[in-house]
């Protein structure tokens, strides 16, 4: 296949820098996610030359906040609690919360939460109304923890073939479709929001003193997620602050 889409995230195991945009709080929120593509771009670009392939663009997901059955005040709440993870860096970061991370598909979040296999989970809203959360939790916390990015990318061996004229055309377009994906992903994570409020799910903006907790916590998986990724890992954490 000559070109096709892909969570970026989904190949950290192959080289840590494509799971940046999981690393919580290291971009939260779309403008700091924005800003971290721009400073990672250049580094994917290199890494996926490197296997004869070309980003064309990349666009984030709705930001990932905290679902719970019960309100939380402080991440003292967090201390023991099933945490539902889906995927290693969030359990990671449900043991760095004091929780006890658990995998469950999203499919079977509903009968997991009933049957208290689990109390709390981060996700992106679009999660929480795929799955009707209303119906089993009571409260969303909006962090904005992290923007996963989807990467359309192109082989680079075909994408030479192509005529000058169509190269630039494709770039172009690549670039209205990133822009124009943005623009959407900012609104479906309004939407879904809304949603859920709608629907009677509480919806909370962190405080100051908990969203600084969160901050501090996820510091020790920035760091982490940096020694792993080496000197481009360094480079982005840099860029960002």
Not at 72 to 79: G, I, P, Q
Not at 167 to 180: G, L, P, S, T, Y
Request: charged share 25%; aromatic share 10%.
């Amino acid at each position: 296949m000559a070109i096709g889409e892909i969570l970026l995230s989904n190949h950290g195991n192959e080289d840590p820098i494509y799971e940046a945009d999981m690393i919580p709080f290291l971009a939260a929120g779309f403008d700091r996610s924005w800003k971290l593509y721009t400073v990672q771009k250049p580094i994917l670009q290199e890494r996926l030359g490197k296997q004869g392939m070309r980003m064309l663009y990349s666009v984030a997901w709705p930001g990932n906040g905290i679902f719970s059955k019960t309100p939380m005040d402080s991440l003292a709440a967090f201390k023991g609690a099933k945490f539902r993870a889906y995927n290693r860096i969030t359990a990671r970061f449900a043991e760095e919360l004091g929780a006890q991370p658990t995998t469950i598909q999203a499919a079977e979040l509903a009968q997991a939460f009933t049957m208290n296999m689990a109390s709390t989970m981060i996700a992106s809203p679009q999660i929480g109304v795929d799955t009707k959360a209303w119906e089993f939790l009571t409260s969303f916390y909006d962090t904005n923890a992290m923007h996963p990015r989807n990467a359309v990318i192109v082989n680079e061996r075909e994408f030479a073939r192509l005529s000058k004229d169509n190269q630039e055309a494709i770039v172009k377009v690549a670039a209205q479709a990133e822009a124009r994906g943005w623009d959407m992903a900012r609104a479906a994570a309004k939407a879904s929001v809304d949603a859920l409020a709608k629907n009677g799910l509480k919806v909370y903006e962190p405080s100051a003193p908990m969203r600084a907790d969160f901050e501090r916590v996820s510091q020790r998986l920035i760091d982490e997620w940096s020694r792993k990724a080496g000197a481009d890992g360094e480079k982005i954490v840099k860029g960002m602050r």
